[in-house]
């Protein structure tokens, strides 16, 4: 082969996305000679070796490892795994002009949610004569003794997504930090003075947020099992509710359907055990959102959501700078705030990560990663709602 160090230019095409073995031979040694060499691969499509979707047995000296990809018309499965990202490098798409009816007419579990999918689902206006009651009520059930900022950020972030009310049930510690720190919000007291003992089931609320800062002892386990035996409305499950569903696995089969969570990684470990790799993980909530007929919101980049339907979709919107303590319950009041508004469970957790993602974007945009908190992505929903609501459909 030809000399080539770090200072050329390799263009890779010798493979596309159809491969179905990995390479072995001459083929396996021309992509060592390349890995080895230093120079910038632009790979075309897809990096030559990588399988465009599940790669069980990747090997690294048998894939292409690019610094650019570029593909076509939309991103391949394998593009949304971590473990991938070594391979593809940054990956750009380019419009090849494929035919929209064929790509509609093509058969698929996978989906990307995009600007035109939530500009058509978002409700663009409110009547003139409407009330705070036609936003519906969100009760909050979140904190404990030294977590307050959870609940705190999760009930702002509802209030700043349209909800009429908020009532957040919190130990009876939380009173003060509460009534100072969100003055819009109700606080509903818990009869447990530094954590949560028993959660309140009444039918003024529209839906129920379940999780942030709230803890997993054995009486927070028991006030959830409870409530999901005995509620009717829609429900969100994050961060602690999770954690207590980690410790008393049966409590997925009393789950309200349609219900969503929003694990991380971490938290989706817990509840179902040790994952290798994030081909994996997603092959998990797909399993559980179909057995158990609820939503599983996977966050991380490209945030995937499972539908009971067997369906994924992957966000589009976000970036590194969301990785920050609180995002997580941020976009809890979101997904809540959207569910008491009267949104489907589907409808309010795809609309909920990509607002989220919009309003991180756009303070990334203004400050820069290093500088984003979960307070700037919830100061900055107003500009994200009006970004979607301004998109030409």
Request: net charge negative.
């Amino acid at each position: 082969p030809p000399v080539v160090n770090s200072g050329d230019c390799v263009i890779d095409g010798l493979f596309g996305a159809g491969l179905k073995e990995p390479l072995t031979g001459g083929f396996a040694s021309l992509v060592r000679y390349i890995n080895e060499s230093g120079a910038f691969v632009i790979s075309i499509d897809i990096p030559s070796g990588l399988f465009g979707e599940w790669n069980p047995e990747a090997s690294e000296d048998r894939i292409v490892k690019a610094r650019l990809t570029l593909s076509f018309q939309m991103p391949k499965l394998a593009f949304f795994f971590a473990e991938n990202a070594k391979f593809t490098g940054e990956t750009k798409i380019l419009d090849i002009r494929l035919h929209p009816r064929a790509i509609a007419e093509t058969e698929t579990c996978y989906y990307l949610t995009t600007a035109e999918n939530i500009a058509r689902n978002i409700r663009h206006s409110r009547p003139k004569f409407s009330d705070k009651r036609d936003y519906g009520h969100l009760l909050l059930a979140a904190g404990q003794y030294a977590m307050m900022g959870a609940a705190v950020l999760s009930a702002k972030a509802a209030l700043h997504s349209g909800v009429g009310l908020v009532s957040v049930h919190s130990p009876r510690c939380a009173n003060l930090i509460l009534q100072t720190a969100v003055p819009e919000a109700i606080f509903s007291p818990d009869k447990g003075e530094n954590h949560i003992e028993e959660i309140p089931v009444h039918p003024r609320y529209s839906a129920i947020a379940i999780g942030p800062g709230m803890g997993c002892n054995e009486t927070s386990v028991s006030a959830l099992m409870h409530l999901v035996k005995e509620i009717r409305q829609p429900l969100v499950l994050d961060a602690d509710a999770l954690n207590c569903i980690a410790r008393e696995q049966s409590l997925l089969r009393y789950l309200p359907s349609h219900t969503i969570l929003t694990p991380h990684i971490h938290e989706l470990e817990r509840m179902f055990g040790p994952m290798t790799d994030d081909a994996s993980r997603l092959k998990c909530i797909t399993h559980v959102a179909t057995k158990y007929d609820i939503i599983v919101v996977l966050k991380g980049a490209n945030t995937a959501i499972a539908l009971p339907d067997g369906t994924i979709h992957f966000n589009s919107t976000g970036n590194p700078g969301m990785a920050t303590a609180g995002s997580g319950d941020v976009l809890t009041g979101i997904i809540g705030s959207l569910l008491s508004q009267g949104y489907s469970p589907e409808d309010a957790a795809i609309i909920g990560v990509y607002l989220h993602g919009v309003a991180g974007d756009i303070a990334a945009r203004e400050s820069g990663e290093e500088y984003i908190t979960a307070s700037d992505i919830i100061n900055h929903l107003g500009l994200a709602f009006k970004q979607i609501k301004s998109y030409q459909v």
